[in-house]
T-cell receptor
Framework: NAGVTQTPKFRVLKTGQSMTLLCAQD?????MYWYRQDPGMGLRLIHY???????AKGEVPDGYNVSRLKKQNFLLGLESAAPSQTSVYFC??????????????FGQGTRLTVV | AQSVAQPEDQVNVAEGNPLTVKCTYS??????LFWYVQYPNRGLQFLLK??????LVKGSYGFEAEFNKSQTSFHLKKPSALVSDSALYFC???????????????FGSGTQLTVLP
């Protein structure tokens, strides 16, 4: 099925460990986004990308890095995980920036726990 | 900076009754407004959006929302609730003209809707 796929779906990390979350979309969308979802805080934008090879910081970028080497993939990295990064992470993609002109597609989420 | 407020963490309604999920926003100038729904263990799904034109916007699954500029509100409504409507609902806003990360959607904290059989 077409859409946005995130891997892994669940992960437990120890403080200080690193990991990479993968987001893949098969809709040829230009724009991709990483959000984190925390109880009572809605979704907050971590980083986004407006095309292959380009990335930009969102609202809460500290502690995360991203890469968009291929148009269909958007990777989110945690170099040294902290308990404050325990969250559910969502990737999304759209044809145009800002979700204005077209529907946004979201992945199913990655539940990350840092102990 | 833009912001979205969803004043109710939880809304309970009986099946068959009308439902309202409230949203107010703050943004410079005229806004673009959106509603998304999230079912358990799923990503967000687009419901409807207001860009311009008629203040009453109709969306998926029989939902509609009314843009009220004077009250800076964009409440989500449905005339007759279904048990299957039970989910987490998010309101979102973005300014009409901006640059950088400010062009992105700002989400509310979400409202859990429970429709009781």
């Amino acid at each position: 099925n077409a859409g946005v796929t995130q891997t892994p779906k669940f992960r437990v990390l120890k403080t200080g460990q690193s990991m990479t979350l993968l987001c893949a979309q098969d809709m040829n969308h230009e724009y991709m986004y990483w959000y984190r979802q925390d109880p009572g805080m809605g979704l907050r934008l971590i980083h986004y990308s407006v095309g292959e090879g380009t990335t930009a910081k969102g609202e809460v970028p500290d502690g995360y890095n991203v890469s968009r080497l291929k148009k269909q993939n958007f990777l989110l990295g945690l170099e040294s995980a902290a308990p404050s990064q325990t969250s559910v992470y969502f990737c999304a993609s759209t044809e145009s920036v800002g979700f204005m002109n077209t529907e946004a597609f979201f992945g199913q989420g990655t539940r990350l726990t840092v102990v | 900076a833009q912001s979205v407020a969803q004043p109710e963490d939880q809304v309970n309604v009986a099946e068959g009754n009308p439902l309202t999920v409230k949203c107010t926003y703050s943004v410079s100038g005229n806004p673009y407004l959106f509603w998304y729904v999230q079912y358990p263990n799923r990503g967000l799904q687009f419901l409807l959006k207001y860009i311009t034109g008629d203040n009453l916007v109709k969306g998926s699954y029989g939902f509609e929302a009314e843009f009220n500029k004077s009250q800076t509100s964009f409440h989500l409504k449905k005339p007759s609730a279904l048990v299957s409507d039970s989910a987490l609902y998010f309101c979102a806003v973005r300014p009409r003209v901006s640059s950088g990360s400010a062009r992105q959607l700002t989400f509310g904290s979400g409202t859990q809707l429970t429709v009781l059989p």
